[in-house]
């Protein structure tokens, strides 16, 4: 059974860090691409990173480029979002997921709020 766990959200202050981080199992993790994506309060999906299976190639979207940092821990099966100068507008749950697989996790919520 494929499973994905997020972790590491929580409540910071604009200019703030956190780091995500997402335990995945039931796959071969080292394998598959990675995405995060992230949904705003009454809002649709929206993409926010990608990592290659063996994590040379990463890509951002334009909202978070320079301020997020995609990772990825083949050994230990995790995947990992690097959050730095967080936003308001960040404010979101985030879900990690291999996209081909069409599984997602519970996701993790980050609020950025003074």
């Known amino acids: 059974e494929v499973q994905l766990v997020e972790s590491g959200g929580g409540l910071v202050q604009p200019g703030g860090s956190l780091r995500l981080s997402c335990a995945a199992s039931g796959f071969t993790f080292s394998t598959y691409a990675m995405t995060w994506v992230r949904q705003a309060p009454g809002k649709g999906l929206e993409w926010v990173s990608s990592i290659s299976d063996g994590g040379s190639s990463t890509s951002y979207a334009d909202s978070v480029k320079g301020r997020f940092t995609i990772s990825r821990d083949n050994a230990k099966n995790t995947l990992y979002l690097q959050m730095n100068s967080l936003k308001p507008e960040d404010t979101a749950v985030y879900y990690c997921?291999?996209?081909?697989?069409?599984?997602w996790g519970q996701g993790t919520q980050v609020t950025v709020s003074s």
């Open positions: 997921a291999p996209p081909s697989l069409g599984v």
